[in-house]
């Protein structure tokens, strides 16, 4: 092992600048933080937390090399190690075994490659499938139980009935349970008695490796997958377009939801996060599917534009920073949340699903925070970026393309998480028809420009209209994104029915009452309408209006406890009888009086939902108009942003600069220490110098020290001991000299030759 460490230590040390520099920039963890020189360097490339990083990272052209390397053994030459590929193309394995080199997972001697002693660590006994090597398993067996051909002669000779279970164990997994009786059992003796098996416990048997080998015919993996598989793809037109079209409905949604939570904030559970309840009601409010509901409500979240409120009861409200996103620019608003969604951990699509130990995971909670998201976000969207522009990719062959990249990730976890990301990035607009849009190749090049992802993304908004077409059948469409005024208009006096290139907007007796109770009068409200239609207003719509404005406040509300009066007696007689108003106690005071002892705001609710059209009434007799509430949850805290270097380029030359001043300061220090008399003081334990200097006291013999001053440089000093007593040493020196050393300085010791 250790002539391993001090090789790998030569091979990086002669590595030239541009090498090392490439070493650094394919594991940047080498430059955090900076290493003393390059032995220091090296020493940090070799340990196991470093290499399983790099290991991790490889795809699976490389990862198969590795364990190739790994397989055939240090110093193996090119041609076992093809033929444990089994491939000919030895331009591309060159290529490969350069690139591990690159990285430091290899190490080159004067007998070949040698892999980094910490890799088959992190590889695990089971490489490729193959079981531990017979020696591990079994040191004692004799050199002839693990020669290729006496396995295939004892393979030769193995009963029918044992082929079954070596075939179930050639490619994995290695290890297998013994049978409890019967013909089995009598199989597996037969192979433990040849030696093609191997126990490990008392009911656990194992496959060497050599004979894993021999039964896959010499080859390592049973398919080979050097390059990276292709991508299907298929022709996408209007890809800006229908990107634009999904970017202004996710600004929509973002804006209703806004709306929905200032108006009426839902609660904030015990263990954070948004109830199962309150998902489902904004999603109604929405009109959208859970999934994409819980995608809006979180791309909101890690935009900044909604939060806990942190009250005593908290709620979920939206934040300062809405009132300023919502006056800006249609593209700039969109790239705040492209950017938002881009850089986030959370993973909406892990709403609803059952997280470890506790229930199905809630919007907004802790169990959607999965950090490893950021990085597949990336790397789909880095996948579709080599696409040529308008290609859309096939779902199945890019998250093969994906697996290829990071075979050490869960088969099942990636797929699903890419069919996350491509879902998302539809609803968000940086793909259209399954292409990346042009603002989606924007914000990959650039994250964090704001303007330039804006800018990217502008022309392809559908432009804000400020007229809707009304229809016969009191629906009315808009078509296109409506102006600010108008939009809150519509979305205060008319229920929306769908969606898409075009809003259809459905007048109803309660949203005309909805607008009544904002304050509009009649007037107003069909003045407004007409305005806006560039189609004649449907008589329908103000036969609408003008009944609901005719019974809206004929009944008035006021406070007590609370009183109700109306100039029609027959209305009041109406509640009186009324079995569902029992509750509220209704006693009549006059003809056209009642009190009762509920608050005033519940009498009107009750009251409306069994069909009357009350009306809350000041102190003075005037009306009240209800004002939508606008909840504002103070702005998260952020701190200042973490300074960080990144390990580019121009860092990591610096850094290489400074490795190599400091490994030309230790030669010359080394060469120093060569040229000074007497022999190499080598570093020691405190406790071993002090036993040294009282022998040398006893036997009167002189002793070489390496001594540190309080600069911090060492020099080096013939001495002869007198005493040793509280933490010093009394001695002379070599010119008869008595002086006193402290101990704790005394750096190592060598008895005088």
């Not at 400020?466 to 078509?479: E, M, N, R, S």
């Not at 200097?693 to 020290?705: K, N, P, T």
Request: net charge negative.
């Amino acid at each position: 092992m250790a002539t391993s460490s001090r090789s790998l230590a030569d091979d990086i040390r002669g590595r030239s600048d541009a090498e090392l520099i490439d070493l650094v920039l394919a594991r940047p963890d080498l430059a955090r933080p900076a290493p003393a020189d390059l032995t220091g360097l090296a020493a940090r490339a070799g340990t196991r937390a470093s290499v399983q990083r790099a290991v991790e990272a490889l795809d699976r052209g490389r990862l198969q090399v590795l364990e190739a390397v790994v397989v055939a053994g240090d110093g193996a030459d090119r041609r076992a190690l093809m033929r444990l590929l089994g491939t000919d193309d030895r331009p591309t394995v060159d290529a490969l075994l350069q690139d591990l080199w690159r990285s430091a997972l290899l190490w080159r001697g004067a007998d070949g490659d040698h892999v980094v002693r910490t890799v088959p660590e992190v590889l695990g006994s089971s490489v490729a499938g193959l079981g531990a090597p017979m020696r591990e398993l079994r040191p004692s067996s004799p050199p002839e139980q693990v020669d290729p051909e006496q396995i295939r002669a004892a393979l030769a000779e193995a009963p029918d009935e044992t082929r079954a279970m070596l075939e179930r164990m050639t490619w994995g997994p290695a290890f297998g349970v013994l049978p409890a009786g019967g013909p089995g059992r009598a199989t597996a003796r037969w192979l433990l008695e040849h030696h093609l098996l191997v126990p490990v416990s008392v009911d656990r048997v194992a496959l060497p490796r050599e004979v894993g080998l021999v039964l896959r015919d010499g080859r390592l993996h049973r398919s080979l997958e050097l390059t990276p598989p292709e991508v299907a793809t298929r022709p996408a037109s209007l890809v800006d377009a229908a990107a634009g079209g999904a970017a202004s409905e996710c600004l929509t949604h973002v804006d209703e939801l806004a709306a929905d939570w200032g108006a009426a904030p839902p609660r904030v559970l015990r263990a954070g996060g948004l109830s199962v309840r309150d998902l489902r009601v904004t999603q109604r409010t929405l009109d959208l599917d859970p999934e994409h509901t819980a995608f809006v409500v979180e791309l909101a979240y890690a935009a900044g534009l909604v939060a806990d409120d942190g009250e005593v009861e908290p709620l979920w409200a939206p934040t300062s920073e809405l009132d300023e996103w919502s006056s800006s620019e249609a593209g700039h608003r969109w790239a705040l949340l492209a950017v938002a969604w881009l850089g986030s951990t959370r993973a909406p699509h892990l709403v609803g699903r059952r997280s470890t130990g506790t229930g199905p995971a809630n919007a907004l909670g802790p169990d959607v925070q999965w950090p490893a998201i950021r990085a597949i976000r990336r790397e789909v969207l880095g996948e579709l970026a080599l696409l040529a522009p308008g290609t859309a990719a096939d779902h199945a062959s890019l998250r093969e393309r994906l697996a290829w990249r990071r075979p050490n990730r869960s088969a099942t976890v990636l797929d699903e998480a890419v069919e996350a990301v491509l879902r998302e990035a539809e609803w968000l607009g940086l793909t259209g028809r399954g292409a990346l849009s042009e603002a989606g190749r924007a914000l990959l090049a650039s994250p964090a420009a704001v303007d330039e992802v804006a800018a990217a993304m502008s022309p392809h908004l559908p432009s804000p209209v400020d007229h809707i077409l009304v229809q016969a059948d009191l629906t009315a469409v808009a078509p296109g994104p409506l102006v600010g005024g108008l939009g809150s208009f519509m979305r205060l006096a008319a229920e929306v029915e769908s969606r898409g290139g075009a809003t259809v907007y459905r007048f109803t007796p309660e949203s005309v009452r909805r607008a009544l109770d904002a304050g509009w009068t009649a007037a107003d409200f069909v003045d407004t309408v007409r305005r806006s239609s560039r189609t004649p207003l449907p008589q329908p719509l103000e036969y609408l209006v003008s009944d609901v404005a005719r019974r809206h406040g004929q009944t008035r509300i006021g406070g007590a406890a609370a009183y109700i009066r109306s100039d029609d007696e027959a209305v009041l007689d109406t509640m009186l009888a009324s079995r569902d108003l029992a509750p509220l106690r209704l006693r009549r005071l006059a003809p056209t009086v009642l009190v009762s002892s509920a608050d005033p705001r519940v009498l009107v609710e009750l009251l409306r939902d069994n069909g009357f059209a009350p009306v809350h009434e000041s102190q003075d007799g005037t009306v009240v108009h209800a004002e939508t509430p606008r909840r504002r949850a103070g702005s998260r805290r952020r701190g200042p942003a973490p300074l960080v270097t990144p390990v580019d380029r121009d860092h990591t030359q610096s850094l290489v600069d400074g490795l190599r001043a400091a490994e030309a300061t230790a030669d010359q220090r080394r060469a120093e220490d060569e040229a000074r008399p007497g022999p190499r003081i080598q570093a020691m334990d405190p406790v071993v110098t002090l036993s040294l200097l009282r022998d040398a006291v006893a036997e009167r013999h002189g002793v070489w020290i390496g001594y540190s001053d309080g600069h911090g440089s060492t020099s080096r000093h013939l001495i002869h001991p007198q005493r040793v007593e509280g933490g010093r040493v009394r001695a002379t020196d070599e010119a008869g000299h008595e002086k006193s050393f402290s101990v704790h300085r005394i750096t190592g010791a060598t008895l005088e030759s």
